[in-house]
């Protein structure tokens, strides 16, 4: 099996992703305004928001991958679920550290229960569990299938998370990338130019991790 | 009446069953062998809908068994190695929702004379928790004996058994073949096999080498 | 069918009276520690009554629903219900509805001492919290029966089930303690109606989650 990086189109993307990182960060310290009342502080949004995006959206291809593993019995598809679920999970971790460090100066405390950052870390805590789940043995066929029913009802359960969270406490500040559309358009563009920068870096990390599950697959088949 | 084609199965990234494949037609007894971990456990369950292969297909009467229609199992009946059946009822209640899970239920006094013929009318009202080994034997014959079957697959039956318990299922199976009825039965003894069964398979390192 | 199977449930239980005695005496140590770990007022207590009651719910029903996927590992009794031609979605219903009786006894006879060993007063309207806590707990079976039943063959499964659960049971779990503190406080059905549609929302999407899936869930 070829190395990754061999093949021309993924060293592309990684030189691609590589350039688009660096260029991102330097817009985002360097030639994004600075809010008044917020200062650099809110500059982590253009990390945290990304972040949150990738790992919801990792966990979306889990849910996705799960049905078609469930439909079509390829193993690829269960591959691809924990690819996406451990990028997704990374990314998890990274909102919800990056979230405190943006709210202490905001809203002078580390946490609120505020219905983003409260599906985020329950979403986390679940995927502890599966991973957990994953790594305590059994028939690693059956384990797959029932990884696959596990990331199917966490992404489901995800709405009913986010709504009940809302309801809980309307009071409580909700984040603001609410207020994102409504900002000048060098907040604006600058945050969408983030954005799409960590997706491609998704996909590089998600076609990455699966060529080294195939790899760890190989190299353990019994022939 | 039984047609069993390129079955793969792994199990822990170990290949167990390598493109198994055989038919078995109506009345026919069939001896399944091998070394221990060859595979044949794996396929009575694979059969049985307990356990789904990687690929293959498997036809019974016809209709896919594979499928996820439970109403094509209704002919088949698997007994695995363990007693299958609940520790803390008793013989004649497991007996009850078995039959009960096969659309066929039989009125007490059937189930007691069967449970008679086998030799667990004492212990019929007991939890099977206290049952021996060859008891629970028994009562799985007990259960072969009261449901209405086209299709058995019995995984070791003679296991546990007493000289009369064997001398049990050799009257069982004389009676089966008599009513013409299929057969798959996972056995050890070389010996037991030849007087039993119509056909032998061996399985191999997940393959088919006698047949 | 769905009769016989949820026959044989209540048999067991009846033989072997695990689940609901385990679930009621965890329940009572869980009020003891709550009244002995929580040095405060009445007036203060009384605000925390609801959460700590669902608090314990889930405790116990963590244990009671292990209890009830365990016997089936015993002697392999599951595979009687698996190569039988039983729609697996059926044994999840099955146990859904056990699961639901089960608890719901437990949480008739717990009620009483968990208000009175607390010292808190008994609610207005113990009907109207009594009906919406069998509610709940339909919805909470629910999702506790289908993580039950995948991690039913794991090791560690007792460990793997409030792991998994509890994250999913997290919007059950505001849901209900707002539903009993408005029952409680006597607000009208206006005021948490939001909530009594959630709960409703997840026996609906649960159920059918469960139905569907399960068959995937219990092969082995």
Redesign the interface.
Known sequence: MKLFFQNKKNLILLIIVSILFIVNLINIIFFTPMIADQHWAQKIFYVHVPSAWVGFLGYFIVMISGFMLLIKNDIKWDDTALAAAEIGTFFMALVLITGPIWAKPIWGTTWIWEPRLTTTLILFLYYMGYFMFRSFGGNIERIRRQAAVLGIIAFINVPIIFLSVQFWDPEIQSHPQVEMANQPPEILYSFLFSLSVFTIMFILMLKYKVHLINLKNLSNKNV | MLSVDRIYK??????ILNGISFSQQEGEILALMGKNGSGKTTLL?II?????P??GSILFQGNELLS?N?????NLL?L??????????SAK?NLR??L????KSQPITKIQKVLDRFELSGFSSE??SVFSKGM?QRLKLAYVELSSWDLLLFDEPFTGLDKNGIDLVGQLIKKWRDKNKTVIMVLHNEHRAKQIADKKLLIDSGKIILD | MLFSLIKKELMMEFRSKQIILSMLFFGLAIILIFALSSNVSRVILSNYAPGMFWLMNLFIIVLGVHRSFAYEKDFDAFSILISNPIDRGLIFVAKWVSGFLFISVTQFVIFVPFFKLLLLEFPENTLLFLSTTLFINIAIMAVANLISGIVLRSKFSEILLPLLLFPLLSPIAIAATKISKSVISLQPFAMWNEWFLIIASIIVIFGLAGYALFDYVVEE
Request: cysteine-free; overall charge positive.
């Open positions: 792994t199990f822990n990234r170990f290949n369950r049985a809908r307990i356990m789904k990687d690929s996820n439970s109403l094509f199992r209704k698997y695995g190695h363990d007693p299958g059946m609940y520790s803390y009822l209640e929702f078995a009960s899970f096969r659309y939890p099977i629970l």
